[in-house]
């Protein structure tokens, strides 16, 4: 399975003056979302971890020649970067990845992102359950406007103060962030994941038999029937201005290609 794995960068200031960052002073971290559908990063909204994962900062060189090697710093669970080394993202030798440190995702909460292309100038880590270690980089680039499961999970936090406070989470991490028109589906609208919830009857993030069947709905119309109406292309069908996109984001580096074998995969963590 080949994922598309966005760049979201840390904060600058966040690695000069948090603790646990101590090591990383001066360097570019990012995390590392894996996505099927990089056409919808106009309308990212946050960034969802599992609050009960382990994660690690890896050191990956970028570019090599005699004068210099450049590297950058990926933030994703150790099983998605012990997969990364084998797809030319290692630190030096083929195979071997090189952990700086690791992080919970508790950790990880709150920190601020920079997203390229999204509408937001910041983004906020925050924990959704249905995130898998098992799956993809254990980080999912959050697009309520599309996604059901994403949508739902940002309702919680925004309707659950008890959800909040289990994670410490600040208002302003939350509710300035509305989904955001990226797609127009035929019959569905501009929110497709909202239409698709309230036809589902999704009542949280923990329903997720209908979670599921909103997702596959969404999943079939949005690519054959879906329009974009943000970015670059908009005015392009997604069937057409997918790979544009795709290949976009690689060029510009702003993303990266990350691949799995297919196994069964387990769809919650823990
Ligand atoms: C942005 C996005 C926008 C996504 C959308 C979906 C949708 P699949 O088919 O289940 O493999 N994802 C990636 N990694 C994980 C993980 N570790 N745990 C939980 N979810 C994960 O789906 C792949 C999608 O699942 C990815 O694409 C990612 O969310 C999420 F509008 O990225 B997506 C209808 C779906 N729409």
Redesign the pocket.
Known sequence: ?E?IGVKLQVEKEVIESHDSFRALKGKQVFLI??????E??Y??TNC?I?SNGIYGVYEVVVSRDSEKTETEYYIM?PRAARNMAYQGYDAGEFGKQKEILQLSGEELIGLPLKCPECPFDRIYILP?F??????????????P??????YRALLDLKEKVGLREKFHLKNEWIFPFEPVP??DVPTFGDL??KV?CEKFHVRSQNDVDALKK??????LK?FYEGKLVKGPYAGQLVQEAKNKIKNDLLSQKKAVVYCEPEFP?V?R?G
């Open positions: 399975l994922y979302a894996a996505t099927l559908r990089p919808t990063i309308g990212v969802w599992a669970t959704m249905n995130v898998s270690t098992q799956k993809g980089t254990g980080v999912v680039m959050s697009v406007s599309d996604s059901p499961d994403d990226v797609v497709s994941a698709a909103a997702k596959d709905l969404v999943y949005g995969v769809s963590s």
